[in-house]
T-cell receptor
Framework: GAVVSQHPSWVICKSGTSVKIECRSL??????MFWYRQFPKQSLMLMAT?????????EQGVEKDKFLINHASLTLSTLTVTSAHPEDSSFYIC???????????FGNGTRLTVT | AQKVTQAQTEISVVEKEDVTLDCVYE???????LFWYKQPPSGELVFLIR??????QNEISGRYSWNFQKSTSSFNFTITASQVVDSAVYFC????????????FGTGTRLQVTL
């Protein structure tokens, strides 16, 4: 079945530094990947849609200069949290599907803690 | 606009009880997909089922069953003879068909199954 791998699983960084999170589709190609954010005990909120070879589409209220997304290949999208602050601490999870109407498969998520 | 409502925030049952998780959705589109995902304490999202809006046939998979009623815009999920391993947060989600589009999640229902 479709597998999405996300790395790292967890990361602790200091305030002001940048953190890169990778999302890979292991056994399929994905022209589109999605990045979600989840606060404790809350639902998943879409941050942006990552498009291979073009700019990401950000949801309203998401700072594109803070959350940099790069989708350089059909199997890899990266999310970089720039100049991280404690309020950026959250669970970030990516998803992709083999075809447009296939179920979305999710990575295992990355728990980011900014100190 | 599309919206998914899971009115039950938390449910607690004793093992072997049956439990139904409610999901009500809103969309103006005539074609769409509905999903259920399970999020155990470890955080990953596990795909459970996808239902096309044209297919109102109920589905059973082991102890899981789903009741899709388009007339009431509901897609309820029943776990029969619940087990401790069923303890998780369950998310109902909605997605347009056709082009790759985002999942809109409900707020989730936290199910706690105790001995």
């Amino acid at each position: 079945g479709a597998v999405v791998s996300q790395h790292p699983s967890w990361v602790i960084c200091k305030s002001g530094t940048s953190v890169k999170i990778e999302c890979r589709s292991l056994d399929f190609q994905a022209t589109t990947m999605f990045w979600y954010r989840q606060f404790p005990k809350q639902s998943l909120m879409l941050m942006a849609t990552s498009n291979e070879g073009s700019k990401a589409t950000y949801e309203q209220g998401v700072e594109k200069d803070k959350f940099l997304i790069n989708h350089a290949s059909l199997t890899l999208s990266t999310l970089t949290v720039t100049s991280a602050h404690p309020e950026d601490s959250s669970f970030y999870i990516c998803s992709a599907s083999p075809q447009n109407d296939s179920p979305l498969h999710f990575g295992n998520g990355t728990r980011l803690t900014v100190t | 606009a599309q919206k998914v409502t899971q009115a039950q925030t938390e449910i607690s049952v004793v093992e072997k009880e049956d439990v139904t998780l409610d999901c009500v959705y809103e969309t103006r589109d005539t074609t769409y997909y509905l999903f259920w995902y399970k999020q155990p304490p470890s955080g990953e999202l596990v795909f459970l089922i996808r239902r096309n809006s044209f297919d109102e046939q109920n589905e059973i998979s082991g102890r899981y069953s789903w009741n899709f009623q388009k007339s009431t815009s509901s897609f309820n999920f029943t776990i029969t003879a619940s087990q401790v391993v069923d303890s998780a947060v369950y998310f109902c989600a909605l997605r347009f068909t056709g082009t790759a589009s985002k999942l809109t999640f409900g707020t989730g229902t936290r199910l706690q199954v105790t001995l």
